[in-house]
């Protein structure tokens, strides 16, 4: 079993729908949870992070970590075309364990 | 601010040659990171420095993979000798030292070994 498992999709949508977009892990070490976007032939970019449990909202984007189930979320509302993209889950321990371990990835694909 | 550079952009070579890949971080950052990205395995975390020393070179996958950094502006990743199966995507990455440790990735250098 992978560290970090993330169905790889595609997952395709119409405009304006909300997406979920999620993970899970297997050790429950990991303190920091970070969401990244990777547009096709580009590096991956910083969405969203968040410390340990809870929820946190930046415009149409929120992030949940749920540590008891080890299960972290990405929501995107009213999504647009230009959110097409695949989006990677990565975690850290934090401390001195600095590399990141990521998901694989889901493809998503907003159908105008 | 330029963000993280890395070079070639794209290199193709035939397997046996020694392959190195050049990464410049962003200004001021003292981790560096280098990660490989394959449809099979995702993206895998190689090594990283701190400082220019490596800290963690547990996902190098062999002896044929090495990293340098040689001052804080400037990272190689070679690959000698270069075999087909080490054609991936690589990236780097650097940050900077307090929470979250924020990665910033370049556009990375995609290899194909023939």
């Known amino acids: 079993q992978k560290e970090v498992e993330q169905d790889p999709g595609p997952l395709s949508v119409p405009e304006g729908a909300i997406v979920s977009l999620n993970c899970t892990y297997s050790?429950?070490?990991?303190?920091?949870f970070m969401w990244y976007r990777q547009y096709s032939r580009k590096g991956p970019e910083l969405l969203m992070y968040?410390?340990?449990?809870g929820n946190k909202e930046d415009g149409r984007f929120t992030a949940q970590v749920d540590k008891s189930s080890k299960y972290i979320s990405l929501f995107i509302r009213d999504s647009q075309p230009s959110d097409s993209a695949t989006y990677l889950c990565?975690?850290?321990?934090?401390?001195?364990?600095?590399?990141?371990?990521f998901g694989k990835g889901t493809h998503l694909i907003i159908q105008p | 601010d330029a963000g993280v550079i890395q070079s070639p952009r794209h290199e193709v070579t035939e397997m046996g040659q020694e392959v190195t890949l050049r990464c410049k971080p962003i200004?001021?950052?003292?981790?560096l990171f280098w990660y490989r990205q394959t449809m099979m395995r995702g993206l895998e975390l190689l090594i990283y420095?701190?400082?220019?020393?490596?800290?963690?070179d547990s996902g190098m996958p062999e002896d044929r993979f090495s990293a340098k950094m040689p001052n804080a502006s400037f990272s190689t990743l070679k690959i000698q000798p270069s075999e087909p199966r080490d054609s991936a995507v690589y990236f780097c990455?650097?940050?900077?030292?307090?929470?979250?440790?924020?990665?910033?990735f370049g556009p990375g250098t995609r290899l194909l070994v023939l």
């Open positions: 990565a975690m850290r321990v934090g401390g001195g364990a600095d590399g990141l371990t």
């Open positions: 990455a650097s940050s900077l030292v307090g929470a979250p440790k924020t990665q910033y």
């Open positions: 420095f701190n400082n220019n020393v490596p800290i963690d």
């Open positions: 968040t410390y340990s449990s």
């Open positions: 050790n429950s070490a990991f303190q920091y």
């Open positions: 200004s001021g950052h003292d981790y």
